[in-house]
């Protein structure tokens, strides 16, 4: 009997994925067990194994397509199974079209309308040959302007990560009272310890920034905290939530009970999730139960900024570079590291003097260490 795929659901929170690129053609063999096809959460990637062998009889949905929880996906024939006659059975969930994805991608390229285009595949499929027929036809399926010319305006779809990361910025501004406050720290002495401590193992100034301020947090547990409908609910864990810049938009893995780990496990953690990051490879529990961000423009040149709470959370730091420029040091002018901290925080939660102090602990630690 044919084995229906449907989009997994993959955390409590997730309601529909979006397919981003397919393993196997219809007609291919599968196994059961190997990789199928790639869905994009709202926070990673994940790999689809085929819970079956037999034959890939279709795809019941293009690549890039969004599908909800639980709808169907693809078709598997099993063996003594016809695969074209379950694929020309086959329709989609919810009155969606089946687009090849060479047709897909096809038509964006030449910004055809896929809802005008007739498919004459198995069970209506459009394919690339059904676009190209649209093109020649010069009719309704073209969206080109009216002398001919190809429109110069294009849009970009708002899915996957980019749609989640759109829907949580605004959330977050919406339901918090957000303030941020900025401070330009001397960090002379974070810079001495890096290169004294890069001869023994690799570190990053952010991986000392994460050690700081979840040694801060132990002594600031108010902006260690979420808020509940009645009360401030001070949290007992410290995870400490880097974001990491990809190409698509952003993603904030997590260092679990950063407080007890040393600078040289920070560092290590931190390489292997920004790598997994930029690949694609994170799991639901590497981006999940942050209780306090970071965010790093300083490679980009930024010195401060005004970074936005991830929901939940009541304060994320932004960190800028660290430029060498004069400043008054024990009385003299001098050539000094300078740092610019950002904090936003919520400030139903906590107000503006204890945040202060909260950002002048992690600039002592930061430099110092935790004394």
């Given amino acids: 009997?044919?084995?229906e795929l449907t989009m997994p659901k993959f955390g409590l929170t997730m309601h529909d994925g979006t397919l981003q690129r397919f393993f196997k053609a219809p007609?291919?063999?599968?196994?059961?067990?190997e990789p199928l096809?790639?869905?994009e959460t709202e926070k990673v990637l994940y790999i689809v194994e085929a819970p079956a062998s037999g034959t890939l009889a279709a795809w019941?949905?293009?690549e890039g397509a969004i599908v909800e929880c639980g709808n169907r996906v693809a078709i598997i024939a099993e063996a003594g199974e016809d695969p074209s006659a379950i694929a020309e059975?086959?329709?989609?969930?919810g009155g969606r079209r089946v687009v090849s994805p060479v047709a897909r991608k096809l038509a964006t390229e030449l910004m055809i309308d896929l809802g005008r285009v007739n498919g004459t595949g198995?069970?209506?499929r459009i394919t690339r040959e059904d676009v190209e027929r649209a093109v020649k036809s010069g009719g309704p399926a073209s969206v080109a302007s009216g002398d001919g010319a190809k429109p110069q305006l294009r849009t970009v779809p708002m899915r996957g990560m980019r749609r989640t990361i759109a829907a949580r910025m605004h959330q977050s501004l919406r339901d918090t009272a957000q303030l941020t406050i900025t401070t330009e720290a001397d960090v002379t002495a974070a810079t001495e310890l890096r290169a004294r401590l890069t001869c023994e193992f690799d570190f990053?100034?952010?991986?000392?920034?994460?050690q700081a301020v979840a040694r801060a947090l132990l002594r600031h547990p108010r902006m260690n905290s979420r808020l509940s409908e009645e009360s401030i609910l001070l949290l007992t864990e410290i995870n400490i939530g880097m974001a990491v810049a990809l190409e698509e938009g952003l993603i904030v893995p997590v260092i679990a009970n950063a407080e007890v780990r040393s600078l040289r496990e920070i560092a290590i953690v931190s390489k292997d999730l920004g790598e997994r990051a930029r690949s694609g490879h994170l799991k639901l529990e590497d981006v999940s139960g942050g209780t306090f961000s970071i965010t790093n423009l300083g490679n980009f040149g930024i010195d401060a900024f005004t970074p936005i709470l991830n929901s939940g959370e009541t304060g994320i730091l932004g960190v800028g570079r660290i430029i060498e420029k004069p400043a008054v040091h024990r009385g003299e002018i001098a050539r000094r590291s300078m740092l610019t901290l950002s904090l936003t925080f919520d400030h139903r939660v906590i107000d503006g003097a204890p945040a202060a102090k909260f950002?002048?602990?992690?600039?002592d630690i930061f430099n110092y260490g935790d004394r």
């Fill in 37 to 39: 096809y790639e869905v």
């Fill in 359 to 363: 950002l002048q602990t992690i600039i």
């Fill in 122 to 124: 198995p069970g209506g």
């Fill in 1 to 3: 009997m044919a084995v």
């Fill in 89 to 93: 059975g086959a329709t989609t969930s």
């Fill in 27 to 33: 007609g291919e063999a599968v196994v059961a067990g």
């Fill in 60 to 62: 019941l949905h293009g």
């Fill in 204 to 210: 990053t100034y952010t991986d000392l920034l994460i």
